[in-house]
Every structure is written in C-alpha cells, then in structure tokens.
C-alpha cells in the first residue's frame, strides 16, 4: 500500500509540474485536468507494475503508453502540439519512474 501511496503522491507532483506551463499558456481547464490526471494514473501503474527495466526506462515506456490514445486524437487536429507534450512526457516519465523507483525500493 505504501508503494501505490507514494506513486500517487508523485504522480500527483508530476502533474502539477505539467499543469504550470498550461495555465501559463492558457489553455482550458478540461485540458489541464486531463493532463493532471494522467499523470496521477501513470504514478499509479508505475508503483504497481514489476516490468524489468530501470525506472526512468519504465517510466517513459508507460508514460507514452498511456499517452497514445489522447496523442492519436491531439495530432489529428494539431500535429504541431505533439512536440511540446512528447517532450515533457519524455522528462516527467522518466523522472516518474526514477523517482517512484528510489523511493519504494
């Protein structure tokens, strides 16, 4: 239980961390939830997976993962706006998965 807590919790920081450039830019609030809770939701997997790879690896091979289906409908009306995600994906996914890693081990 202690495990799922502490990936919750980082999760939790995950998406905050995600959520400052978004309000900044202003983008809607249904987008920034959106963005909050998948990150909350990939803590979670990641506390709970035992896939055997180091946790930034794991953590960037979920993250993506369960970007996809929202990436799929993102770039079918903005291509462009993949960048920026995939690339904070890319940094919060595997500091995720660091830090979920060092913290529960």
């Known amino acids: 239980m202690k495990r799922i807590l502490k ?3 980082l999760g939790t ?3 905050i961390l995600d959520m400052i450039p978004m309000i900044i830019q202003g983008l ?3 987008a920034n939830l959106s963005a ?3 990150w909350v939701v990939i803590g979670f997997i990641l506390s709970v997976s035992y896939i055997k790879l180091p946790g ?3 953590g960037i091979l979920i993250s993506f993962l369960v970007l ?3 990436a799929i409908l993102i770039g079918w009306n ?3 706006s993949l960048v920026p995600i995939s690339g904070m994906t890319l940094v919060l996914g595997g500091f995720l998965g660091f830090a979920i890693e060092k913290t529960t081990i």
């Open 68 to 70: 996809l289906p929202s």
């Open 28 to 30: 809607t609030w249904d």
């Open 56 to 58: 930034a690896v794991k």
């Open 36 to 38: 909050f809770s998948m």
């Open 13 to 15: 920081v995950a998406g």
């Open 7 to 9: 990936g919750i919790l």
């Open 78 to 80: 903005e291509p462009v």
